[in-house]
């Protein structure tokens, strides 16, 4: 498996998902050998092929499909060096039906680079059609850690997105044996496109900490039923979960 695991699976305590995600980081330093086993996928180097699918998921106890690169969720950790050129094949492989669309895009977040090599549908090029490859080329020109999705339709909601790490031309001035990338990140069980149109309509449908029934009986005064007390909105379970994902590179020597 690529995951660490599954943390604060059904919590809407921003807190304990927080603290859950930070026990995570603390164990991958404490079990370095485990960490290698459970590393995503990590590419490297200047020419990648990437693959926008379908794939199936169970985080929740339910199966969904789930666009992914590579077949991984998250996508895989990109590892480019600054002042390198790279070149970036995309094909997309999505099935017909699915409910992420027919076309795809990848967006660089943060990457200085030509208009078309930006990944916009409608602004910098048209995307990428089912069964088509698109080819992305361009001068890594900074470094720094940053992250890549789709910017096409609800597909980052559906599991599009992955991090990148660009090393820079002078090296770092510490040393270190391994460098992690923990990855947080949360999924729905939700069509994207229908969890968009709920917060459409209530955008605060999905806060935590609303208040319950119970809450709302306790701190009104007593004898007070009229309008002025407003209806109470219970809390709402929507199957929201936090994923942490571990992504381990060679580094260097100490």
């Known amino acids: ?59 929740t106890g339910a199966i969904r499909p789930a666009i992914t690169v590579n077949g991984s969720l998250p996508a895989p950790l990109l590892r480019w060096k600054e002042g390198t050129t790279v070149s970036l094949r995309v094909r997309n492989e999505l099935p017909r039906g699915s409910i992420h669309g027919p076309d795809t895009s990848i967006h660089w977040h943060g990457i200085l680079l030509p208009a078309n090599m930006d990944g916009v ?21 900074q470094g720094g850690t940053y992250w890549y999705h789709s910017h096409s339709g609800f597909q980052e909601q ?9 090393d820079p031309i002078e ?10 990338v ?5 999924w729905t069980d939700m069509d994207p496109a229908k969890l968009f149109a709920r917060l459409k309509k209530m955008s605060m449908y999905d806060n935590v900490h609303q208040r ?43």
């Not at 059904?10 to 026990?23: D, F, K």
């Not at 020419?47 to 998921?57: H, P």
């Not at 923990?182 to 949360?186: A, G, P, T």
């Not at 309008?227 to 060679?250: I, Q, T």
């Open 121 to 141: 549908p409608g602004l910098s090029f048209n995307g990428i059609d089912r069964g088509e490859t698109y080819q992305y080329r361009f001068d890594v020109v």
């Open 158 to 166: 559906g599991g599009m997105y992955g991090p990148l790490v660009i």
């Open 171 to 180: 090296p770092e001035p510490f040393a270190f044996d391994r460098d992690y």
């Open 1 to 59: 498996t690529q995951y660490l695991g599954l943390v604060g699976t059904g919590s809407t305590n921003p807190t304990a998902r927080v603290e859950y995600a930070l026990r995570a980081i603390v164990w991958l330093a404490a079990h370095p050998a485990d960490a290698v086993r459970l590393a995503s996928e990590v590419l490297a180097g200047t020419e990648f092929d990437l693959r926008v699918g379908e794939t199936l998921v169970n985080y």
């Open 182 to 186: 923990v990855f947080l990140s949360d």
């Open 212 to 254: 319950t029934v119970g809450s709302w009986q306790a701190q009104r005064p007593s004898g007070s039923w009229g309008l002025g007390a407003g209806a109470p909105k219970s809390c709402r379970n929507s199957s929201f979960v936090l994923l942490v994902s571990a992504f381990m590179s060679s580094g260097q020597m100490s």
